[in-house]
């Protein structure tokens, strides 16, 4: 199957805009990612035995406390058929209070509960009240989802990594945390995460990949996933959802990261989302408002000869990290594909890593690398 | 203290509409309710070991398998600061799938991750994905709320309830289920339900109060806080949110439902609700929909001539029912100050119930009653 | 019948908090209110003749271009059966750009389109694009509405005015500009407005009442609606709705602004609403960032010892404004019932004042003055 | 510059689903599309004088008076920097009660204001209020905007064309209508359709075309733009928004059409859109109610071995919808640019149509047809 390498690493480049240092989310400073994966057992389906291929996913937004120093945040929920938890005080409140959490479906609500634990047991939080955020896509395909296999330990160990060792620095992808069982394109999906940076602002993405019929996929425009139609082994997708955070240091309001949550799902339509039915795709956008427009204003009052207030008012910066946000997030799309490998899961139920030789060869044939 | 009596018995009679047989959200054929309260130590607050003062409350919606017979739904979130879990799903696909349970706020992940286990084991679902539905408002004035004391067989037992002995009839108000530990106005607050009846369609209400400053209560329109606003003790209201559940029986789509939803917090408004900044105040409203519209828009259509399409189409109709949610929301208000108890809770803390021989004086002087 | 008095001036007291100088929305410094009042001719509607009961309210945020200083802006659509133009933009963008007319329902568009050109002919803004607010209750009880009878000479009297000697005073109330020919409670409607000043902010609203069944009405909690259910002539009132203009001199996102809109229905719920079907309730909040919080935040912080920055993120400081727009709302509602005089219209339609002799009366027996 | 064809004509096949007859909204039957097209004069601008490029679309629901039968929709506001009029009732109404209308930004009100006349006086509605539909995008690149040129007369063209000959047929792309000075992607854009028929629905759509940077454009995944980015001239885009008409003839509920409008922004997404911050990107979808579902659920029965009752709550039928909505509002957006000819406007602003035999050489060179 040969080594699994990112978009970039094969000469894929989407967009116009440059990655940062690690073409991850953890590029947006102060920014953790931490994974607890759980992989155990095999053979046939025992509901609370296993076989286990799940895990969670940690993003801290910054390194402190994240309770007594909220980050502001908006969520867009382009399709809610999805049990993602704390969205709706997010959307009032225009702030996130805890770390964010990813996972499979049916250990959304453990999660939360254990994130609570998190807060109250590590970060001392004294408040009677605090509003986890926790997303999910169903990885039942792969793994015992009912068995509900996440523990306090496991959410505790993605948390603590993210606050440590996996911080600013590359991220795992693929097979990892919240992202284990997942799949993409009926291949193997799970965590991918890109970025762009620039002088002004650095944007990171990171996206729980569960989503899409194998004939939808698009890679940079080209139709790849009709090329490998006839790729075997494949089960059918069963479910069909993204879960997408997105993190940019640059000091936004709420409505402004609601605007740039809205434009991810345009990066999403570019690989071959139809938006099923029965997908939960959310998006959730947060700044570490470590930066002030300043820069980027400046920069555009060069091009336009407008003013500065003109510009503040009629948020025309928006638009390079609009931009941002559609070209990362079609990029760690891909990348969840790419780093994936193949995994057995339980019945023998088989999603095959996305074959990069073939891929390669296609990108070739269409021009693209 | 004396008997704790509801509303009507004291002569209190909100709106024009007639309630239904037990004034209760039961009067919606085949809804049912059941509670189960936790009270438990006194003294004070030892954290995970109490006192406790919880307990969860159990709304079914008809008394088969509701994910099978999913009912049509619509949730409005008024002011956000709350961590109910499910309601966006259900703002998307317009249907219940689940019980809808309420209890204290850290509760609330516990509690929809047994009401997963109670629809695989109870009842039998096979699907891979289920939406619980939990409202919480935050009782840690009187609980030990960080605790976290309701477990599995709580939310089992509230279930129990609600599909058997309590189903179609009087409902328990106050200090019980999810509003055990509340409190409304500074004064003790918990459940409290309220219906109205007519021909053409059955809506009841059922709410966890937990909102409201003494000064601002209103019964009636009648300034009753004002007037009992040196009744000790008292304890400053931490906090200040309301959930609300709606039910009818005539068919409607989630748009109607919705909109319904809107009109419970004009209810609300009329207690004395500011819709305090730091309030989750959240309205589920559904239909068992077992009426068709049809002898509603015949009798709308003799009052005003107009033809059947034309008024579906305008949906004139809905202004009864809009009349029904206002009158039955401020109704369960005033019915859960009125059957709750004093209580003790953590740290001695005291919320005393609204001392009715002093309410039944001061509408009388202000000749409501 | 009498001269017509403002709430106060009987000695109705709404609420705990202070009015400003002139208990108007103009209490904010800058906003200027103007209107535009056209009554010809009696009789028989005939179509594009008459009777003429109309007009239009202008209220201008502040005295300069307000193209080119935009202020903070939200809105909240309680109930959209209206036709305001304008408002997608405003909630997207959160700014508006132009004045906010009021105006009879069928006059929206070409109110519109006259307020555009008063933006490029007075204002010179220069830009190729302009968004417009107007709002609009349905004066058709009263006016030859069909005959859509406003133009452009009026829409820029109502601006002049609001541009000039009506700034920073006293508002007229009644049967003025948009509110012209508006019911309210099935007695005479239209503009009405109140304010609430602190020492940390103002607020101001500004109402064009046009909805509301007779027994429903309720003044400062007591039915007078009831009370006076038999006072003759009455005409049903055909429409139901309010647009309500909501102004502060706090710096505020429109996040903020947009929760402030959603209080000021609550402040409808109290006189009465039950938020028809039909009804278009809209609320547009706007700030002229005159002041910025930190009097108001230190204030709160010796009330609960907490710091500024635990505050600003929870904020608890916004507690107080909603205060201030339910009270000014329902006092706004009341003030412009109070103000406005009997009229007759189209067809001899009558919307008689509501009697304030009787108002009076009943609001003694009631104990409330 | 040659013959103008659409994107089949040149062997182009967006997606797997067929296109109706017509390949055009009106493949959903007695959906009308007119056009008023206005091109006077040449040379500078001169404000209220021209040069003139502009005009009006009208789509029709179906052949009848829409006031009495109205249609179910909704609308999705994917970013609302915009005038479209009319939607938020449709939003809470669920129902379009006039044709729809298109034209250049500034002319919005006007043409609403005439759409009233035009139910007045030619569908003879009776009633006092009327919810007028009107969508725009901003022509002023070429066309004297500020001048606003549309007229009753032109407004009721359109309607007449509608309500005639163009109805049951091909509709006219490109350069007609309100898309007369529209730009696409930096050469010239208007007016667009396509549609999607299978034996169980026809959806239609079409769309009015004003968005996108030259380097952005893909066609069927092909960077068509970058490979074109050196054609002259070229004039920056001044405006970046596209509104989305879309029919079918399944009978939904308009939260199921909401749901359907979502998706039109994915086929926006695939052609190159960022979603800039001064875009008004307007979803608007409606249904005739001609066919029910049943088909529809039957063939998805026999694939999946699921009853019908679970189809209908979980909706799985809608995904073929979705798929046909993302495809034709591609293919539309592809029709709008490759019909659309050069055109000349004020002060000589050219914009040139998109070559087609580049665009044909590079599509084969990519191996797309």
């Not at 990066?267 to 956008?285: E, Q």
């Not at 008012?313 to 941002?324: D, V």
Request: proline letters at 3%; zero cysteines.
């Amino acid at each position: 199957m040969g080594k699994r390498i990112r978009a970039r690493d094969m000469g894929i480049k989407i967009g116009v805009m440059k990655p940062g240092r690690y073409n991850a989310i953890t590029d947006v400073e102060g920014v953790g990612v931490g994974h607890s994966t759980i992989i155990e057992g095999e053979g046939p389906l025992v509901i609370g035995k296993g076989p286990i291929r799940t895990g969670v996913t940690a993003i801290v937004p910054h390194q402190g406390n994240v309770y007594e120093n909220k980050v502001r945040a908006a969520v867009y929920a382009y399709n809610a058929y999805g049990k993602a938890v704390g969205l709706l005080q997010v959307s009032h409140m225009g702030v996130i209070e805890t770390p964010i959490l990813l996972t499979d479906t049916l250990n959304t609500w453990i999660v939360a509960d254990a994130l609570i634990d998190y807060m109250y047991e590590v970060m001392n939080v004294e408040a009677m009240s605090i509003n986890p955020v926790v997303g999910e896509t169903n990885g039942s395909y792969l793994n015992d989802s009912i068995g509900r296999h996440v523990r306090k330990k496991h959410v505790f160990e993605a948390l603590r990594k993210a606050y440590s060792r996996d911080v600013m620095g590359p991220v795992k992808e693929g097979n990892v945390g919240g992202g284990t069982p997942m799949s993409g394109f009926e291949f193997k999906g799970g965590i991918g995460t890109s970025s762009r940076v620039t002088n002004e602002f650095s944007l990171g993405v990171l996206v729980q990949l569960n989503f899409g019929r194998r004939e939808d996929l698009r890679i940079d425009g080209v139709p790849v996933g009709m090329e490998l139609s006839d790729v075997k082994p494949r089960g059918k997708q069963q479910s069909n959802s993204i879960i997408i955070v997105v993190a940019t240091d640059l000091k936004l309001t709420s409505r402004q990261l609601w605007r740039i949550a809205k434009r991810a799902m345009l990066g999403v339509a570019r690989t071959g989302s139809y938006g099923s039915s029965s997908s939960g795709d959310f998006v959730i956008a947060f700044s570490t408002s470590k930066r002030e427009l300043n820069p980027l204003i400046e920069s555009i009052q060069k091009d336009t000869g407008q003013g500065r207030e003109a510009i503040e008012t009629n948020e025309t910066f928006l638009n390079r990290i609009f931009r941002a946000t559609v070209e990362a997030t079609e990029e760690a799309i891909v990348n969840a594909l790419f780093k994936a490998e193949t995994m057995i899961g339980r019945d023998y139920h088989i999603r095959r890593a996305i074959p990069l030789d073939q891929v390669k060869e296609i990108m070739t044939t269409y021009g693209r690398i």
